[in-house]
């Protein structure tokens, strides 16, 4: 008797943030997703911050930091939904970026993919990157794609 393997919607996730490359990863998701049947998902990571004197100012400077993290969420998936006619799937988690994206790939089975751009830089790739192609590689529960930051919208929509 043959089993039958349930077919599942591949989930491109790509890690979010105010950095230039990011608009790279975003794009080669969205076209390897719209190419592939798939969908993308936004992971932004609010990451904690030092000042904790006083409980009301750390208590607004979490609000604000909310607000900073919903608005680019919201303008990341509005490029998503136009590149590929779907919204994507949203996480906004608290916490070191590296920790909360490791919790999130094991907690979600749905994801298929990790999707990250390299910065072009002389400190190197980016801490992200740097640390899940290094020694966490091995620890990864799904395939990461780093693509170049350097890559044109023209050159995405071709290798995709």
């Given at each position: ?17 105010n950095s230039e ?52 969420v919201g303008g ?14 949203v996480y906004i ?68």
């Open positions: 008797m043959v089993e039958s393997r349930e077919i599942r919607e591949r989930v491109f996730l790509v890690v979010v943030d490359e990011v608009r790279v990863a975003l794009r080669f998701a969205a076209k390897r997703a719209e190419h592939s049947g798939g969908r993308v998902a936004l992971l932004y990571v609010i990451e904690p911050t030092e000042f904790q004197h006083w409980m009301f100012v750390g208590t607004l400077m979490a609000e604000e930091a909310r607000e900073v993290a919903e608005g680019a990341f998936s509005k490029i998503v939904q136009e590149l590929t006619g779907e919204m994507p799937v988690r608290e916490g070191e970026r590296q920790t909360e994206l490791m919790k999130l790939l094991k907690e979600e089975p749905s994801i298929s993919l990790l999707v990250l751009a390299a910065a072009d830089s002389a400190d190197g790739p980016g801490p992200l990157v740097s640390s899940l192609t290094g020694d966490m590689v091995g620890g990864l529960p799904v395939p990461i794609t780093v693509v170049p930051g350097t890559l044109s919208d023209e050159d995405i929509d071709r290798i995709t």
